[in-house]
């Protein structure tokens, strides 16, 4: 039921990378926040990583047009306003047109330890957005070499299927050449389906 003067909806699209990702389709111009969170330098101590990934529909199909943001803290469990050497824990990345998948180059977070004490696992929170998705969809990635710390988490303890977990863990990728140091990982998004990612109603 319409409410008089109710302001028209649409979904997010086709024209959503015009104001959040403007250099993928041609528009030159000083970026607010890009795929790079580490434009400033690593800070001392941290670990440099790269994720990527694809987004698939309900068919198994990837989604060319979505928009990703990243959330983070820093390799001490920090955010942004308690974290030292600059570190901006935010970036955002647009569907590759050519290879299909999303990319950021970050660090790893540490565990956070939130107000009531509790400590979540090192992990990246996602906001996703794409043609047909009327609100932007939050999800988490958690890393695999940190099993024990998942089963403490306080956020995926909240999902009642324990099987569900895996589709908020990445997996890693073996690294180019013997001597890189980044490290790297793959995580898929799945928006419906057997498979579907976890979200989160925040």
Same mark, same amino acid.
Request: net charge negative.
């Given at each position: ?151 403490? $988490? ?25 001597? $890189? ?12 389906? $057997? ?8």
């Amino acid at each position: 039921m319409l409410l008089e003067n109710e302001t028209a909806s649409q979904t997010a699209g086709p024209f959503v990378h015009i104001g959040l990702v403007p250099d993928s389709v041609g528009i030159k111009q000083r970026a607010l926040v890009s795929s790079e969170l580490c434009s400033l330098g690593i800070p001392d101590g941290s670990k440099a990583i790269e994720v990527t990934g694809q987004v698939f529909d309900g068919s198994g199909s990837a989604i060319m047009d979505a928009v990703l943001e990243l959330w983070q803290a820093d390799h001490q469990g920090h955010y942004p306003e308690q974290s030292a050497g600059g570190f901006r824990g935010w970036g955002r990345s647009a569907i590759d047109p050519e290879l299909g998948h999303f990319s950021f180059r970050t660090i790893k977070p540490g565990p956070v330890t939130t107000q009531r004490g509790a400590v979540m696992a090192p992990h990246l929170a996602f906001w996703l957005v794409a043609r047909g998705i009327n609100l932007g969809l939050h999800t988490r990635m958690y890393f695999p070499e940190d099993l024990e710390l998942h089963a403490l $988490d306080p956020v995926l303890k909240s999902i009642e299927l324990k099987s569900r977990w895996s589709t908020l863990i990445a997996s890693s990728i073996e690294p180019v050449a013997q001597n $890189d140091a980044l490290l790297r990982y793959r995580f898929d998004i799945v928006l419906q389906g $057997d498979r579907e990612t976890v979200f989160f109603d925040i």
